[in-house]
């Protein structure tokens, strides 16, 4: 048993209609591909869900893995506080990854909890899982400044301890793309930011995963991407793997890109 399918979502708060209050209808394409992804992460019945998040807490030099057996968190961050949830995690999984990424070299780990909270870059995707799917233990993994290749490695590693407590797991890659699409968005205009964006649903919609340890780290700043990481660590723990990938969705209205791409992994399920 292995990893049965990964996940490329965004992860825009306003999305949850308590909080879009009508603007989210404005990405009508993103929650209609955000709900395929749902629905498919329910018929697979993961016992086990792997989250990737950029809002997890980051380190310059240091992976965060969280630690504990469960944690909770709300919206009130963006007035709508009685959007809430609650995950158990798996801690035999974060055991057995903690110990693999040791003895890789990789500088990961459960130290350094600043906050026990879920971020909105876990509990946006687990706002539509939710709808289908809850009897899952989750893994929430945080990005750093190390390197891709870094990140591409403890993808491996994630992998590997999926398939050594043979865990029926998916795997989520929260990231949004850039965040310079429009002078008016939250970070004005770079031309980067489309470039960044038609480049990186071109790669991840064939699922060309090498090609994301080629985005040079000047380019990628100047776009102003926020789930690149997340993509390659994904990317680490499908190396060998058979990949059927589908693009489901891209828009960026609000001058931010959100894209959605599914990936089924062949055999995944036996």
């Known amino acids: 048993m292995g990893i049965l399918a990964a996940y490329m979502v965004p992860h825009p708060p306003l999305i949850v209609p308590a909080i879009g209050r009508g603007e989210e209808k404005k ?13 498919q992460i329910g018929s697979l019945k993961p016992e086990l869900i792997l989250m990737i998040s950029p809002h997890q807490i980051m380190y310059a030099d240091y992976i965060h893995i969280s ?17 809430k949830m609650d995950v158990s995690y798996d801690t035999d999984y974060v055991q057995e990854l903690c110990t693999r990424a040791k003895q890789q070299g990789i500088n990961a780990g459960t130290y350094g909890e600043r906050t026990k ?64 699409l429009k002078a008016d968005g939250p970070y004005g205009f770079q031309k980067e930011g489309p470039e960044y964006d038609r480049r990186i649903m071109d790669v991840m919609g064939k699922a060309d995963f090498g090609e994301l340890l080629k985005f040079p780290d000047a380019f990628l700043e100047k776009a102003g991407e926020c789930g690149h990481r997340s993509f ?22 609000f001058g931010v890109g959100y894209g959605i791409c599914s990936y089924d992994i062949k055999n995944g399920n036996v």
């Open 27 to 39: 990405i009508q394409h993103t929650i209609n591909a955000y709900h395929d992804v749902a629905k």
């Open 67 to 83: 630690p504990g057996n469960r944690a909770a968190g709300d919206f009130s961050q963006f007035r709508a506080a009685n959007v």
């Open 117 to 180: 909270q879920l971020d909105h870059g876990t509990m946006v995707p687990l706002y539509f899982i939710n709808q289908y799917w809850k009897d899952y233990q989750l893994v929430r993994i945080g990005l750093s400044g190390l390197s891709l290749s870094v990140h591409y490695e403890l993808g491996r590693c994630l992998k590997e301890a999926v398939e050594a407590l043979g865990r029926r797991t998916v795997l989520v890659a929260s990231g949004d793309l850039s965040h310079r």
């Open 232 to 253: 390659t660590m994904m990317a680490g723990a499908l190396e060998g793997e058979e990949v059927c990938a589908h693009r489901l969705s891209y828009e960026g209205p």
